[in-house]
């Protein structure tokens, strides 16, 4: 099965000040995001990790990906190229790109870390789950006060972001990537989870 997720800044000690400030501790917050990971993902799915794995982590990425269930592939993120010097690429990833195109049954993913206005076949997209075409990307966190937030509010039901913040700190399927993201979103009446009621 396909799962997908970003934004993990597995190591980013910045981060807890920043946006998660449910966790006390970068080690709390690494420990809790495997933890998610491992419970949730099958030594045979295929985890898309769409950017910013890790960041200024004074742990090598090893020592997070060895850990970690599943067949990993990368999409490139702005926080990547740091960890990527150090690290076997090709020992933990089965694919690494700065974008993918995957086609699932009727259904086409973009997969890229930021968001974009256009993507394959955007133009004609609707928000359905008996087809389409869908844009899988990070990079926003779950900020609901910047430009791309609104703009995908308004004008891109079909972009759907799968940071981690978004996502319960763990891959998704895309079933579970849609509903959260209807209610990262506010399309559903269902409230939006803190992080404290992990």
């Known amino acids: 099965m396909d799962k997908y997720t970003s934004d993990l800044h597995l190591g980013h000690k910045n981060i807890i000040k920043m946006s998660r400030t449910g966790f006390t501790s970068i080690e709390e917050m690494d420990d809790y995001i495997i933890k998610q ?12 990790i769409c950017g910013d794995f890790s960041y200024r982590a004074e742990l090598g990425a090893d020592h997070y990906l060895k850990q970690m269930k599943g067949r990993k592939h990368l999409i490139i993120g702005n ?3 740091m960890w990527m010097q150090n690290c076997k690429l090709e020992k933990y990833f089965e694919s690494v790109s700065h974008m993918e195109i995957l086609k699932r049954d009727k259904k086409t993913f973009t997969l890229c870390h ?13 928000h359905s789950l008996e087809g389409s075409t869908w ?13 791309a937030y609104k703009y995908i509010l308004d004008k891109l039901p079909c972009a759907l972001n799968c940071t981690v913040d978004v996502n319960d700190y763990r891959p998704v399927s895309f079933e579970e990537l849609l509903k959260n993201n209807d209610r990262f979103y506010g399309r559903t009446d269902i409230d939006w989870p803190s992080v404290d009621s992990r």
């Open 37 to 48: 990971w491992n419970e949730h993902v099958d030594a045979d799915d295929d985890v898309w």
């Open 79 to 81: 926080h990547d190229t």
């Open 114 to 126: 930021y968001p974009l206005m256009e993507w394959t076949g955007s133009r004609y997209a609707k």
């Open 135 to 147: 844009l899988i990307h990070g990079h926003i966190h779950a900020s609901r006060t910047n430009d």
